[in-house]
């Protein structure tokens, strides 16, 4: 039994004295269609026949609400509890509810029907520009060149190394180059999300074959962070282990971005990947990562963390950690290289100490620029020679 209850149709119908002309009951069964609707749904002690149970309970709620309603001449009025159901906005939970429901039961708009008005040549052409597409996203990545250029525009003379792999595909396939020109806006394949979400696949089956290259073994992690050139804290991540044939093999296994540079932040990202890849944390067994405290703090550290859960997980310092740092106490010892470093900071600390001074640089680097310009020895584009303030020299 279902009922049907439209707010605009008793309002303009409330002085009528029942409720049967609006409430309509839609049910299979011939042998109910002589009762007053209104008698069904009050009947409540008697189920009705050939009803499931379900909506026989659904009979009783739809009891309790009418008898709440004392005064049905206030149907309509500013307090009227069936108004404030429906709501006035197109976005209240009732209006929503219907839309989903008429666009459930409208069959034009299901997605078997849209995509049966293609026809078999228009499905041919697709999937060949997303062949052409995966093809050059797969040539870009495993060449490890960047896939967007400075300017993408139909004027560029370079429009990236994507483009313009796809553009030489064409120029020695004419029916490619035809597909091409003639495709539609919306079926181009070659947007950057596109590009992202193909990637995308493609990582997360190169990290399948890791783990079946693993198949349940033990592994090693070894963890740094840095912050990229958006400024966002990077954490990447690299497995260690013995394949098959008792080589050791590592694998760069994933890149995450992570808030803070935190132990308990770190180790819950780390924990996260390996989660969500299937691998057994409890196979873990070493752990290496640079001489920073919130990675080999004895206490509080990555390393320590980890080695709570993963008794077994011996904690290694990088080598070429080791390295650096015996190379930038070497390199204190060596005159020239001292002064020099001492007097770049000097620089960078008289400069910066002085908005006036600061803005002459400034001033100058864009002269710089405009005339290294001028003479064609720097390109032009979107995102290039944008003038930066002077960066600190680090010890690395």
């Known amino acids: 039994m279902v009922l049907k209850f439209d707010c605009v149709v008793y309002m303009n119908m ?11 009951r839609k049910h299979s069964s011939s042998t109910q269609d002589s009762k007053n609707p209104l008698e069904i749904v009050l009947d409540e002690d008697t189920p009705t026949p050939n009803v499931p149970i379900i909506e026989n309970r659904f009979k009783k709620i739809v009891l309790k609400i009418m008898k709440l309603i004392l005064n049905w001449k206030k149907v309509g009025g500013k307090n009227c509890a069936f108004l404030h159901h429906t709501g006035i906005e197109c976005t209240s939970f009732h209006n929503v509810a219907q839309k989903s429901c008429d666009d459930l039961l409208n069959e034009a708009h299901d997605i078997q029907n849209v995509f049966e008005t293609f026809t078999e040549e228009e499905r041919t052409n697709n999937r ?5 597409t995966i093809y050059t996203v797969c040539l870009c990545a495993f060449q490890g060149i960047a896939y967007r250029g400075h300017d993408e525009g139909s004027d ?12 030489g595909i064409g120029y020695f396939n004419i029916e490619m180059e035809e597909l091409f020109r003639t495709a539609p806006k919306h079926a181009l394949y070659t947007s950057p999300s596109i590009q992202k979400e193909i990637l995308n696949l493609i990582s997360t089956r190169v990290r399948r074959m890791i783990c079946e290259e693993i198949n349940g073994g033990k592994f090693c992690l070894v963890v740094d962070e840095a912050r990229d050139q958006s400024n966002k804290e990077q954490m990447s991540i690299v497995l260690r282990f013995f394949n098959k044939d008792g080589f050791i093999m590592e694998h760069f296994f994933g890149l995450v ?16 990947v390996l989660s969500r890849n299937n691998l057994d944390l409890k196979s873990i067994r070493g752990q290496g990562y640079d001489g920073a405290s919130n990675m080999r703090g004895h206490f509080k550290g990555l390393q320590a963390l980890i080695s709570t859960d993963c008794p077994y997980a011996y904690y290694v310092h990088c080598f070429a950690h080791r390295l650096q740092l015996a190379l930038m106490a070497a390199s204190q010892g060596v005159v020239a290289l001292k002064k020099f470093f001492t007097r770049l900071s000097f620089v960078i600390n008289v400069v ?4 006036k001074r600061t803005d ?8 710089e620029i405009a005339y290294k310009t001028y003479v064609d020895e720097l390109e032009t584009g979107k995102g290039l020679n944008q003038i930066a303030t002077l960066q600190r020299a680090g010890d690395t």
């Not at 060949?128 to 052409?132: H, S």
Request: no cysteine; charged share 30%; glycine share 4%.
């Open 352 to 355: 910066g100490a002085s908005s």
């Open 360 to 367: 002459q640089l400034r001033d100058a680097q864009a002269e």
């Open 128 to 132: 060949l520009r997303l062949k052409a």
């Open 257 to 272: 971005h992570v808030p803070d540079t935190t132990s308990q932040t770190l180790k819950n990202a780390i924990y996260s």
């Open 14 to 24: 409330k002085k009528q004295s029942t409720i049967d002309e609006f409430f309509k």
């Open 156 to 167: 560029s003379i370079n429009k990236g190394n994507f483009r313009e792999i796809l553009k």
